[in-house]
């Protein structure tokens, strides 16, 4: 329980104060430690604070999908530099929440920042993240230095350390610009936000997520995934695809209720009144909740939700 406390605390929650600025004054970035993880063959995790860090290291330099905070860059280089002391030539972000972006603008002067399209487009812009309810913010539109300058609609590939290190768009998920990341050579993938551990997801409703979509993304990407593959996900430890499968399982019963609820005309009050997703209540997280979960799906499902999608070019 206290490491699925603090799972969340470390992503959801600290990505939301941030947002709101309290997280700063909150939050003391001196203490977070990382944690690196050798997860397969020359990709390793780190752990800190926000998003899972995942690492391809080689002769040609490293590769890293995503970059956690700012004021962690100096953790994450030094983590790296226990590892191998070449430079980090690209940072791929899986999408554009700050707790896997953030370390944009320290990086940026000596790395490649490649994302999706929609990634860049909500970085630039700013704007209102969250479930289209209780869960809600504001961010800031980032300094230019810190936006992806390589991105892409479908997907795109770095090769690098003899590797083929390829990005695939998965549209309308955790939000509208996700990527899941394959290192197909190491037999490892990093997710993003469309799989977490901590329980019950957040669906950026407001950014372009929705359930469909990530129930849709993470059966695609299962299904062309070996059975041994090792999983990183966008937050919590190293996983396999039992744990995705099981969390998928997950979100399509509690859709389907909600679904079933809203045809039969009941209101979000009735629903949460009613418990309906009680029988998931082990999912319920410290950030999002079972109520906040009925939330999320409630008003993604009846197209109720307030954000706009982006469009591509
Ligand atoms: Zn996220």
Request: net charge neutral; aromatic share 8%.
């Amino acid at each position: 329980m206290r490491k699925i406390a603090a799972a969340a605390a470390l992503c959801c929650l600290t990505f939301v104060f941030l947002m709101l600025v309290v997280f700063a004054q909150q939050h003391d970035f001196s203490k977070v430690q990382m944690k690196v993880t050798k997860v397969s063959g020359n990709i390793y995790m780190l752990e800190g604070a926000g998003g899972n860090i995942g690492a391809s290291i080689g002769d040609d330099g490293i590769v890293l999908v995503d970059d956690q905070y700012a004021p962690l860059a100096d953790k994450i280089r030094a983590a790296l530099k226990g590892i191998s002391d070449k430079p980090i030539r690209f940072i791929i972000n899986t999408h554009y929440h700050e707790d896997h972006t953030g370390g944009n603008l320290p990086f940026s002067s000596t790395s490649t920042i490649i994302a999706q399209d929609n990634v860049r487009k909500r970085l630039e812009a700013g704007g209102k993240a969250g479930n289209g309810g209780t869960v809600s913010f504001q961010f800031e539109p980032s300094p230019k230095a810190a936006l992806p300058i390589i991105t892409f609609d479908h997907d795109v590939t770095v090769h690098l350390n003899g590797k083929d290190i390829r990005a695939l768009h998965f549209p309308s998920g955790h939000t509208d610009g996700d990527s899941v990341i394959f290192f197909p050579k190491e037999n490892v993938v990093h997710m993003g936000d469309d799989f977490v551990t901590y329980g019950f997801p957040f669906i950026d409703v407001m950014g372009g997520g929705s359930v469909k979509g990530m129930i849709d993304a993470m059966e695609k990407v299962a299904a062309q995934l070996p059975p041994d593959v090792k999983v990183i996900p966008g937050h919590g430890g190293v996983s396999n695809l039992d744990d995705v499968r099981r969390y998928v399982t997950m979100l399509k019963e509690t859709s389907a209720v909600i679904e079933q609820g809203i045809k039969q005309g009941k209101t979000l009050d009735q629903l949460k009144k009613e418990k309906v997703l009680d029988a998931w209540q082990k999912w319920s997280g410290p950030f999002i909740t079972t109520d906040a979960f009925i939330e999320t799906l409630y008003n993604d499902l009846s197209g109720k939700k307030t954000g706009e999608l982006m469009k591509h070019n």
